[in-house]
């Protein structure tokens, strides 16, 4: 696996890339607060069978800082933008919470590009549904003077699942400062993002992942039954599936592309 930059129209996207570079790759798009390395052992435990790019979003790690965001499909705009920069012509995607959107949007809008859509913690809530996640995800806190947004951040992805592994809350914990602005943004958009319509649009396969614990199980269950043909998985690791479950993640892909002849 190497970490890349490339210039797009709008500025410099960082991202991981590993696998055989002759195969259409999987995007990897992730969740919001976190960044590209949160699929640093997906990446490593697929890259022996697939052609894997995991950017950074807008905002977020060693990405560019984006102008202010008014909609998930303006990032989803940017990512585009980045794919094509790369010179893919045909590829996957795959996205985690926020990123499932993306995937999905992505899949909807250009649907002879995308091979197929993977999502971990899809968005499919109903208005009612989405008014506590309104509630608790409605913002974030910036740098000040007495440091308590340091503690206040280390909370967050504390009680998000982050206590179970040091490493990765230590990885999330920087990830969420670099973005504190861009992650603010988009929990002003997130939840009203037109899921259900890309959701209608998508013409390829679909795998739908992700853990019981996760807090967007709901929307996960609300999407594998609104999509009936979508292969379904349960994961572990809470809200960081792709750092603690790489290895059954890799495994169910694979299986994936094999039943779909990818």
Known sequence: MQKKYIDTPNGVIHYYEGGPEHKAPIIFLHQNVSGAKMYEKTILASCDEFHCIAPDLPGFGGSFEPPEIKSISELTAYIHD?????????????GNHTGAGM???LAAKYPNE????TMIGALLLSPEEAIPFREEFSGSIGPSHNA???QATWDYIYNLGGNKDLKNMNDEFFGALRA?????????????????????NLRCPVMLMCAPDDVLYLGHQNTARYLQNA????????????????????????EFFEENKL
Request: net charge neutral.
């Open 82 to 94: 980045f794919i094509k920069a790369l010179g893919c012509d045909q590829y996957h995607t795959f």
């Open 231 to 254: 292969k379904v998985v349960d994961l572990v690791g809470a809200n960081f599936e792709p750092y603690f479950d790489a290895r059954n993640i890799a495994k169910n892909m694979k």
């Open 148 to 150: 308590n947004y340091l």
């Open 180 to 200: 504190w602005k861009m992650r603010g943004m988009i929990y002003k958009c997130v939840w009203d993002y037109t899921f259900q319509e890309f959701l209608d």
């Open 103 to 105: 995937a999905a949007e």
């Open 114 to 117: 995308v091979l197929s859509c």
